[in-house]
T-cell receptor, first 111, second 115 residues
Framework: QQQVKQSPQSLIVQKGGISIINCAYENTAFDYFPWYQQFPGKGPALLIAIRPDVSEKKEGRFTISFNKSAKQFSLHIMDSQPGDSATYFCAASAHINDMRFGAGTRLTVKP | DAGVTQSPTHLIKTRGQQVTLRCSPKSGHDTVSWYQQALGQGPQFIFQYYEEEERQRGNFPDRFSGHQFPNYSSELNVNALLLGDSALYLC??????????????FGPGTRLTVL
C-alpha cells in the first residue's frame, strides 16, 4: 500500500545543524504533501505542507523543497534543537483521498 | 478549540475478541479517517467516513468496520482480533469541501494490545 519512500530511517544531528529528510513518491496524481512530527506516545502533528504548484515553502526553521519532475520532496530543519528530536513522517494524498505515509525518520538532535 | 479526541487511551484484549474504539473530531470538522500504526512504521489508512457513510477503504479485511454518528464522531470496530492487530489506532479529522486538499489533524491514538 505504501507509495511513499522515506529516507533515512534514522538521523543524528548536532544542535544547530541542519536536518534533511527525503521522500519520493510514485503516484503522479498526488497533489498534497504534508510532513508530520510525532513524539513517543502521541499522534502525528501537522508540521508543514506543500502543494505541487510551488517548489519551496518555509515556515520558521522548517522548509519543504519540492521537485515535481523528480517526484521528490524533502524537509529541511535549520538550526536543529534537542526539542526537535522526534519521528518525522512525510505523506502524500491525491485530492481528498486517503493519505499515504512514509515509514518515518527518527531524528535525534544531540546537545 | 478542542482537538481530536480518542478513547480509550490503552486497551488490552485477547485473540478472538472484539473491540470498539471511539473518536471525536476537531470542532468544525465533518470527516473522520482511521489509521493503523504498527510499531516503528508509518500510519496505514483503514477507511474514511463522511456523512455517516464509508467513502474510501484501504487494504484491510472486513473484520475492520466503522460507523459515523450525526454529530460526526466515529467508532472503529475490529472483530476476531489477531495478534497482528496490536498497534496504535489513530483517528484524523478534516473538513470536506475546504478545498481540493486533504489537511488532516490527528488524535493521540488508542494503543491496542492483543494477547
Amino acid at each position: 500500500q505504501q507509495q511513499v519512500k522515506q529516507s533515512p530511517q534514522s538521523l543524528i544531528v548536532q544542535k544547530g545543524g541542519i536536518s534533511i529528510i527525503n521522500c519520493a513518491y510514485e503516484n503522479t496524481a498526488f497533489d498534497y504533501f504534508p510532513w508530520y512530527q510525532q513524539f513517543p506516545g502521541k499522534g502525528p502533528a501537522l508540521l508543514i505542507a506543500i502543494r505541487p504548484d510551488v517548489s519551496e515553502k518555509k515556515e520558521g526553521r522548517f522548509t519543504i523543497s519540492f521537485n515535481k519532475s523528480a517526484k521528490q520532496f524533502s524537509l529541511h530543519i535549520m538550526d536543529s534543537q534537542p526539542g526537535d528530536s522526534a519521528t518525522y513522517f512525510c505523506a502524500a494524498s491525491a485530492h481528498i483521498n486517503d493519505m499515504r505515509f512514509g515509514a518515518g525518520t527518527r531524528l535525534t538532535v544531540k546537545p | 478549540d478542542a482537538g481530536v479526541t480518542q478513547s480509550p487511551t490503552h486497551l488490552i484484549k485477547t485473540r478472538g475478541q472484539q473491540v470498539t474504539l471511539r473518536c471525536s473530531p476537531k470542532s468544525g470538522h465533518d470527516t473522520v479517517s482511521w489509521y493503523q500504526q504498527a510499531l516503528g512504521q508509518g500510519p496505514q489508512f483503514i477507511f474514511q467516513y463522511y456523512e455517516e457513510e464509508e467513502r474510501q477503504r484501504g487494504n484491510f479485511p472486513d473484520r475492520f468496520s466503522g460507523h459515523q454518528f450525526p454529530n460526526y464522531s466515529s467508532e472503529l470496530n475490529v472483530n476476531a482480533l489477531l495478534l497482528g492487530d496490536s498497534a496504535l489506532y489513530l483517528c484524523a479529522s478534516s473538513l470536506m469541501g475546504q478545498g481540493p486538499y486533504n489537511e488532516q489533524f490527528f488524535g493521540p491514538g488508542t494503543r491496542l494490545t492483543v494477547l
